[in-house]
Nanobody, 124 residues
Framework: VQLQASGGGLVQAGGSLRLSCAAS????????MGWFRQAPGKEREFVAA???????YYAGSVKGRFTVSRDNAKNTVYLQMNSLKPEDTAVYYC???????????????????WGQGTQVTVSS
C-alpha cells in the first residue's frame, strides 16, 4: 500500500487549503482513512477520519473548520481546511487501515499505513 499526500503550503490565518491523499495497493472503498498532524516539538495527533461505513470523525480542535471526504473512484481522500489558524501549523499525514465497518475500530488509532506528510504553515 502506498499513500501520497499533497496540497500543503503557506497560507495566512483565516485562509483555506485542501489536502489530498492518493492511495494504491488495496481496495480503497474498504479502507478507513485518517488524517493526523504533528507540530514541532509536539506529538502526532488525530485530526479527522473517513470510515469505510461512511461516517466521519473530527478532533475537537478542527470540528466545524475541517471537512474530510473521499472519492472512491479516484482512490483519494481529501481534507478541506477552512478558517485556518496559526496553531494548525504542522506536518499533515494521511493514514490507512482496513477493518470491517462492524469491528468497532477507533478512527483515531490503529493505522497500518502512512503517507510521507505534507507541510501546512499558517501565518498570523
Amino acid at each position: 500500500v502506498q499513500l501520497q499526500a499533497s496540497g500543503g503550503g503557506l497560507v495566512q490565518a483565516g485562509g483555506s487549503l485542501r489536502l489530498s491523499c492518493a492511495a494504491s495497493g488495496r481496495t480503497f472503498s474498504n479502507s478507513v482513512m485518517g488524517w493526523f498532524r504533528q507540530a514541532p516539538g509536539k506529538e502526532r495527533e488525530f485530526v479527522a477520519a473517513s470510515m469505510n461505513g461512511g461516517s466521519t470523525y473530527y478532533a475537537g480542535s478542527v470540528k466545524g473548520r475541517f471537512t474530510v471526504s473521499r472519492d472512491n473512484a479516484k482512490n483519494t481522500v481529501y481534507l478541506q481546511m477552512n478558517s485556518l489558524k496559526p496553531e494548525d501549523t504542522a506536518v499533515y499525514y494521511c493514514a490507512a487501515k482496513w477493518r470491517s465497518p462492524y469491528s468497532g475500530s477507533s478512527p483515531a488509532n490503529g493505522y497500518d499505513y502512512w503517507g510521507q506528510g505534507t507541510q501546512v504553515t499558517v501565518s498570523s
